[in-house]
């Protein structure tokens, strides 16, 4: 698990060192190359103004992947379940390599409509707009990947801690 990140608009890693997968040279050579991303852990927020949510995924320190402004629930939440699943392809190799990416991310905690869901679970697709191609990285290099998070509000009633990381390589 990772520490819990609370009270803070900077984006940290949710990802304790030890998890954080180290990729050689060249990993993502070829074109259409698939990887999927599953995080999940515990969520809490805030009433009345909780803000937003920000997910992302890095590649030796780039921004590969950004899940979006996830609007948090206007209900507090303490340690709800949170899931995120992100789908990317390689889509340019060398050392301009790039992603298209999207995901989906599940929690009590957020909302999709302004009202609590107090019956289940949300389900946002993340980032909420057309699917575009995410920022160059290179490939050629060592690169770590890692997992940020960051809030709009700080307060320590917004926290998020990261309990389980898996990666995919499906080819």
């Known amino acids: 698990a990772g520490a819990a990140v609370a ?3 900077t984006a940290t890693s949710l990802l ?6 180290t990729l050689p040279t060249n990993y993502f050579n070829d074109v259409g190359r698939p990887l999927r991303v599953r995080a999940s852990g515990r969520l809490s927020n805030i009433v009345t103004t909780p803000g937003t949510l920000i997910l992302d995924l890095r590649l030796g320190g780039t921004v590969v992947f950004n899940g ?3 609007q948090m629930s206007t209900t507090a939440h303490t340690t ?4 995120w699943d992100v789908d990317l ?5 060398g ?3 790039n992603f298209m990416g999207q995901s989906k991310f599940i929690s009590q905690a957020i909302s999709i409509s302004g009202a609590d869901p107090t019956t289940g679970h949300s389900i946002l697709m993340a980032p909420n707009t057309a699917p575009t191609v995410g920022s160059n990285f290179d490939a050629t290099a060592l690169m770590q990947l890692d997992l940020f ?3 709009s509000i700080a307060d320590a009633g917004n926290s998020i801690t990261l309990e389980q990381f898996e990666v995919f390589s499906l080819y």
Request: charged share 10%; aromatic share 12%.
């Open 16 to 21: 304790p060192a030890q998890a954080k997968l």
């Open 95 to 97: 050392a301009t390599a």
């Open 68 to 70: 979006a402004a996830m």
């Open 89 to 93: 392809t390689l889509r340019a190799a």
């Open 149 to 151: 998070g960051k809030f």
């Open 7 to 9: 009270n803070t608009t």
């Open 80 to 83: 709800v379940p949170w899931w």
